[in-house]
């Protein structure tokens, strides 16, 4: 499936953090055609698993995790109207009248009402809306609600798949299907190489929620090379121009004090010497992404992190470009084959 | 009514941002040419039709406005990202991360915000200022943007109709397709009185339609089919609900603009009563509706507004009953088969108000 599409395809797919299971099948099904041996694990992990051609071969784990930002039911009205909190960092200024998903004892369409202009008193026009505050409408009164929905019931937001000009393509959870996407492209083009080393892909749970997913598969595979895939902050304004890379310029390469500089530094030889677009990314901190985890899972394993740009990012609009997508593939794979020359 | 419930799902589809009604108002014209006996499209953009009433009654008027509220592009900025203005009464929030489609064309576009991680502890707090979004269309720079879009061209929100819950309908724009598919219905059946059944423009901005429809129809009696507020929501005080989805078509006593005509008022909730339909009254004065324009827009008209509650009005997911919607065609339907015995017209009085 062309990358563009099968973006589209991984966005429309459901997986609040914390209740991937409603989507491991589906991202194994996926990896399955390009790998030697598919796993799920007890967190619901999505590991695939490529055999390196080498007698001796090293572990290179690449993750990038599946789970995507929502909401949970915290309160059913006598109404029928729900309660709700955020599972993930949801912004509550950014999901007024918005469509979402119950997925209760089957999935209700539901949308998060807003009070209509004509309501709101002057005083309350410059006041900041609390989530708490807020309610989904499914439309059913109390008694059936109850029967349909219970408390802890996950809300994922409806916002298919839109493309736009320029191959780009906005959606609710482009961070980070567009870096399962990636891990995808990965797959597909380690199929064209050849590598030395044993390459685990593998999808990430619950990253939304503290990289909880990466912690397991980074215990659980002793890798010699970790990779970490997700989104950056695109361009837009108002952003620090530092912090947001432009989108369709290329993959981001992170520089920084967790990263393996040695690592990113080969990694960038490549893709200069490959004529793959990039940009650098300067990560002062931790990164906030699943390198962290890499960085000190068991002894310590060297890692990079490659990064998506992406506008917009934890809206229903989240935009990314699928050129960068395609470049993050053939970069990885690229320096992982490279490795192979060593 | 089956028919009438698909009608509102197609209008509800359909673009028709105040100034920019044609394909809302295409879509009315193959529906009701088979009904009427006269129709025409004045200068504003008005659809007015006619349908010659079976005895000798007042000249009634039905007023349902095409037009919702929406987008008009402003300014293509050098990295390819549109700024608007908005068209009618749309909440700041209620523009994040929605999707748009723009012109004719419709191409789509979305409306990005600043990522929750780049916002300041003050801009957490706050709220959101429509001046700071702009549609992204995807473009890289201006001139691609320009490729695509003119400044002037009107967006609308990209948001298809959806039946859940209990019998449930979401849909952008139902303020006020859903006059419009009750208007459609209305005309399918002949009345005692002669019926001028109009389909007006701009109502979003100030009500402009009605004003040309209504001095070129010069109407005795006028019954405008509005969708209105609703905001029955926990935590709501009643008073603040305005209407209560469910609860039947709501009567408009007075708002911003009108207060209905006392005997008109009468004959609706006499009606109702009488045909077991059920009916509310909207608790606020809030909101102003075409009947504004056309009690004073002719010779003098007898107004009253029936209107559908529709939760979270203005925004791309309205929400409303579709017991309410079957009600609102019952209810003004009677009213109309009904309307010359039991009003009298102000000046069949000798001008002098009766008791």
């Known amino acids: 499936m062309e990358c563009g599409e099968l973006l589209k395809k991984l966005n429309d797919i459901r997986a609040v953090t914390g209740r991937e299971n409603m989507a ?199 890798a010699d090379l970790g990779i970490a895939i997700d989104v950056c902050h695109g361009d837009m304004p108002d952003a620090p121009s530092d912090e947001a890379f432009p989108l369709d310029k290329g993959v981001a390469v992170a520089i920084g004090p967790i990263i393996s500089r040695k690592h990113a530094k080969e990694c960038i030889k490549i893709a200069n010497e490959e004529n793959i677009p990039y940009q650098i990314d300067p990560e002062a901190g931790d990164t906030g992404t699943e390198a962290a985890v890499h960085a000190v899972a068991r002894e310590g394993i060297p890692v990079i992190l490659l990064s998506i740009p992406c506008k917009y990012m934890h809206t229903a609009v989240e935009m990314v470009s699928v050129s960068d997508i395609v470049s993050t593939g053939r970069l990885a794979a690229r320096y992982i084959a490279g490795r192979s020359k060593e | 009514m089956k028919e009438a419930l698909e009608n509102l799902k197609k209008l509800t589809a359909l673009d028709g941002v105040s100034g920019e009604e044609k394909p809302v108002r295409d879509y009315i014209i193959s529906k009701i040419t088979d009904h009427v006996d006269d129709y025409y499209v004045d200068n504003i953009g008005n659809l007015i039709t006619y349908k010659k009433g079976t005895g000798n009654g007042p000249k009634v008027m039905l007023d349902a406005h095409m037009d919702e509220v929406g987008l008009l592009i402003t300014l293509i900025n050098s990295d390819g990202l549109l700024k608007f203005r908005t068209i009618g009464g749309i909440e700041d929030r209620v523009l994040v991360g929605k999707r748009v489609r723009i012109g004719e064309n419709r191409v789509p576009g979305i409306i990005g915000f600043k990522p929750l991680h780049l916002q300041s502890s003050k801009e957490r707090k706050g709220t959101v200022d429509k001046k700071q979004l702009t549609i992204d269309i995807g473009a890289k720079d201006k001139e691609q943007a320009a490729s695509k879009v003119e400044i002037g061209d009107l967006a609308a929100f990209a948001y298809d109709p959806v039946e859940f819950g209990d019998n449930k309908l979401m849909a952008k724009a139902l303020d006020d397709r859903v006059g419009c598919a009750v208007l459609i219905e209305l005309l399918k059946h002949k009345y005692e009185c002669d019926i001028y059944g109009c389909f007006t423009v701009q109502e979003e901005i100030g009500l402009k339609g009605a004003k040309t429809s209504t001095f070129q129809v010069k109407p005795d009696i006028a019954l405008v089919l509005e969708g209105t507020t609703c905001y029955d929501v926990p935590d709501t ?119």
């Open chain 1, 24 to 222: 491991a099948g589906k991202i194994a099904e996926l990896f399955r055609q390009y790998c030697d041996d598919v796993s799920i694990d007890a967190f619901y992990n999505v590991i695939g698993f490529k055999k390196g051609q080498s007698e001796n071969p090293g572990n290179v784990l690449i993750t990038a995790h599946y789970d995507e930002i929502g909401l949970i039911v915290t309160g059913i009205e006598d109404s029928g109207f729900l309660r709700f909190t955020a599972a993930g960092g949801v912004d509550a200024k950014a999901i007024g009248a918005m469509e979402v998903t119950v997925h209760g004892k089957k999935d209700l369409f539901g949308v998060i009402g807003v009070k209509p202009p004509h309501l709101i008193p002057p005083e309350d026009k410059d006041k900041g809306i609390k989530m708490e505050d807020m309610r989904i409408d499914i439309g059913y009164d109390g008694e059936k609600a109850r029967k349909l929905v219970s408390i802890g019931d996950m809300i994922s937001f409806n916002s298919p798949a839109q493309e736009l000009m320029n191959n780009r393509i906005a959606g609710k959870s482009m961070d980070n299907r567009s870096g399962v996407a990636a891990l995808v492209e990965i797959l597909k083009e380690l199929q064209k190489l050849k590598h030395d080393d044993n390459v685990y892909v593998v999808a990430t749970v619950q990253e939304e929620l503290g990289l909880i997913g990466a912690i397991c598969a980074t215990y659980n595979i002793k």
């Open chain 2, 237 to 355: 005080k009643e008073y603040g609900m305005s209407t209560v989805c469910g609860k039947g078509p709501a009567l408009t006593v007075m708002d911003r603009t009108v207060i209905a005509d006392r005997d008109l008022l009468r004959h609706i909730t006499k009606t109702a009563e009488l045909n077991g339909i059920p009916y509310q009254f909207k608790q606020t004065i809030t909101g102003g509706t075409n009947a504004g324009k056309i009690q004073t827009g002719g010779t003098g008209a007898k107004v009253a507004v029936i209107a559908l509650p529709c939760r979270y009005i203005h925004s791309p997911v309205s929400v409303m009953d579709i017991n309410d919607f079957e009600n609102m065609i019952k209810l003004s339907k009677k009213v109309l088969e009904t309307l010359p015995a039991s009003i009298t017209l102000y000046r069949e009085q000798g001008g002098k108000e009766y008791v």
